[in-house]
């Protein structure tokens, strides 16, 4: 069996004093898109920052490609292939989108990335000397997932990309996600809309008060609507 | 037509005028601004030290003096004690500048805001009551005059400090060198790092820049910037001293940059132009002029935040037919 290119065991992590994480599994394959889900406060965005290193694990751990990142710095992880969409997409507003895009790299852009990231995104291509700040949400939206593949990922982590994107929008940003699963590129997805997420994953994780209440594929949850009712809130779409 | 070619065409402008600078002010019988601009130029890449900190990464140091002094004593104790020729003083300046900023920046870079003016304000301090102190070395209060070497020999020309002409284009080219290294290190991926440090350091790591690591480079490249001025201001006075090592001094730089403004390529230069002016014109027929870079300074942050480059920008954007 082919080694998942994302494991996270046993994760635990505080905030302050407060446990926020006590038990997080999820398995990430090296194809596909694995949606996490859960209510909110349940820690589906601590978790991921957990995986990017920027809330400190304080137990379990993280293995990305077979290497034990757990106590890896967060400057480091980008580089071994895991790009990370945060929630409020974390874009620099006061610089261009040029500058934006281009800020994770070391080197020159590759030009076939670059080529590519701009066939997906061409509203990006019109606006490299706008200011990010001043574009719409759904726009900021897609510059951070672009950014995030400029820098040739391996997995990209979503954290709720469609939150606060205008409705005309939406569907763009999702057909987008489903493009780069399909172009090769691992995808672990924080989604509130679960009709969204179970249409787009292979695998779902449900989280409750902090750790995982919940992995397998989307049919089982369509298959036990009590179970996405008591862990969700609402039940499973057909 | 865009901001960015307005500007650019406008610093070629700028650039013929101060080459022809020392031929045209005769005409104008005016050979006492060549120095006067020639100060300017320290000043302004002294001033750009302190805003390769605080508007490229977002640093705000009291500090600069220390590696503008360090340039000055190298320069200084290089020809004075050790014989050394215009090209190895001018260099030892900068090496010394450079790597008490590399040793200062492994600190100083920890920490950020308040706690990090304050800790570059105590590296300066200290090291200005030590070269008060160690009067054999750095001469004490009476600071070190020297005898500037020849920058160069053709045959049986000699090009010597001596010469005005000479020594303004010698520290015009230095400035203009050093502000085109800064032009090509904002654009670099580097530059562009810095930027993100200035705007979220939380954001800057997770797209894998080395939050800590930047600051020091930048740090470091601060400080060889702030001693270049200083060994450029050595040789222009002929003379080292632990007065320009005091934090008043970094201040200054920092109140040029933001008159100038923060972030922008040529606004400290603008600033510390300006303010050498006002410092010029002012000084000698009223002696509180101080009162009246306070009020630019109050007035700047006021009304144009960006400085006078940052509102010559926005101005430039609002004309028809101009794009930002």
């Given at each position: 069996m082919v080694e998942p290119l994302l494991v996270v065991s046993g994760l635990a992590a505080r905030i302050g004093r407060v446990p926020i994480l006590a038990g997080v599994d999820l398995a990430v394959p090296a194809r596909g898109i694995v949606a996490l889900l859960g209510r909110n406060g349940v820690g589906k965005t601590t978790t991921l920052r957990t995986i990017m290193g920027v809330v400190e694990a304080t137990a379990g751990s993280i293995r990305f490609a077979d290497q034990d990142i757990t106590r890896l710095q967060a400057h480091l992880r980008p580089g071994l292939g895991i790009g990370y969409v945060p929630q409020g997409r974390g874009i620099f507003p006061l610089l261009t989108v040029r500058e934006n895009l281009y800020l994770g790299l070391r080197g020159p852009a590759d030009p076939a990335i670059e080529t590519h990231v701009f066939e997906r995104f061409p509203r990006l291509a019109e606006r490299l000397d706008?200011?990010?700040?001043?574009?719409?949400?759904?726009?900021?939206?897609?510059?951070?997932?672009?950014?995030?593949?400029?820098?040739?990922?391996?997995?990209?982590?979503?954290?709720?990309?469609?939150?606060?994107?205008?409705?005309?929008?939406?569907?763009?940003?999702?057909?987008?996600?489903?493009?780069?699963?399909?172009?090769?590129?691992?995808?672990?997805?924080?989604?509130?809309?679960?009709?969204?997420?179970?249409?787009?994953?292979?695998?779902?994780?449900?989280?409750?008060?902090?750790?995982?209440?919940?992995?397998?594929?989307?049919?089982?949850?369509?298959?036990?609507?009590?179970?996405?009712?008591?862990?969700?809130?609402?039940?499973?779409?057909? | 037509m865009s901001v960015t070619a307005i500007n650019r065409t406008l610093t070629a402008v700028l650039l013929a005028v101060l080459v022809a600078a020392p031929w045209v002010l005769p005409m104008?019988?005016?050979?006492?601004?060549?120095?006067?601009?020639?100060?300017?130029?320290?000043?302004?890449?002294?001033?750009?030290?302190?805003?390769?900190?605080?508007?490229?990464?977002?640093?705000?140091?009291?500090?600069?003096?220390?590696?503008?002094?360090?340039?000055?004593?190298?320069?200084?104790?290089?020809?004075?004690?050790?014989?050394?020729?215009?090209?190895?003083?001018?260099?030892?300046?900068?090496?010394?500048?450079?790597?008490m900023a590399a040793v200062a920046g492994v600190f100083a870079v920890r920490l950020t805001w308040h706690y990090f003016a304050i800790i570059t304000v105590v590296f300066s301090l200290i090291f200005y009551f030590l070269a008060l102190r160690l009067k054999p070395l750095t001469g004490g209060d009476d600071g070190l005059s020297f005898a500037p070497p020849p920058v160069a020999r053709f045959g049986d020309v000699t090009l010597s400090l001596g010469d005005e002409t000479v020594q303004y284009l010698v520290i015009l080219a230095f400035a203009v060198a050093a502000f085109a290294f800064q032009a090509r290190l904002y654009a670099s991926p580097l530059g562009r790092a810095f930027a993100a440090v200035r705007e979220s350091e939380r954001k800057a790591a997770l797209l894998g820049i080395d939050v800590l690591k930047v600051r020091w480079i930048a740090f470091v490249i601060a400080g060889g910037l702030a001693g270049l001025a200083g060994a450029l201001f050595a040789f222009y006075g002929r003379y080292a001293s632990a007065t320009y090592m005091y934090y008043v001094v970094s201040g200054e730089a920092v109140i040029w940059t933001i008159v100038g403004g923060t972030g922008t390529l040529l606004g400290p230069g603008i600033g510390a132009a300006l303010l050498t002016l006002v410092r010029e014109e002012l000084s000698t027929v009223w002696e509180h002029y101080l009162l009246v870079v306070g009020a630019v300074v109050i007035l700047t942050v006021v009304f144009a935040p960006r400085g006078i480059a940052g509102a010559w920008n926005a101005a430039l954007a609002r004309l028809p037919g101009v794009r930002s």
């Open positions: 706008q200011k990010a700040g001043t574009m719409s949400g759904g726009e900021q939206q897609m510059l951070a997932i672009a950014r995030a593949l400029m820098m040739r990922p391996r997995l990209l982590i979503l954290d709720e990309p469609t939150e606060g994107v205008m409705p005309r929008l939406v569907n763009d940003i999702r057909r987008e996600i489903a493009a780069i699963a399909a172009s090769g590129i691992a995808v672990l997805l924080v989604e509130q809309n679960l009709r969204t997420a179970l249409r787009l994953a292979r695998h779902v994780v449900i989280m409750e008060r902090g750790h995982t209440a919940f992995a397998g594929p989307p049919e089982s949850l369509r298959a036990d609507p009590d179970l996405a009712h008591r862990l969700l809130g609402v039940g499973a779409p057909t | 104008f019988e005016a050979e006492f601004w060549l120095a006067i601009t020639a100060e300017m130029l320290i000043w302004g890449l002294f001033a750009a030290s302190a805003n390769l900190l605080f508007g490229h990464v977002g640093l705000l140091s009291f500090g600069q003096a220390l590696y503008f002094g360090f340039g000055m004593y190298g320069v200084a104790i290089g020809v004075d004690r050790f014989g050394l020729g215009f090209w190895p003083a001018l260099g030892l300046g900068i090496a010394a500048a450079v790597a």
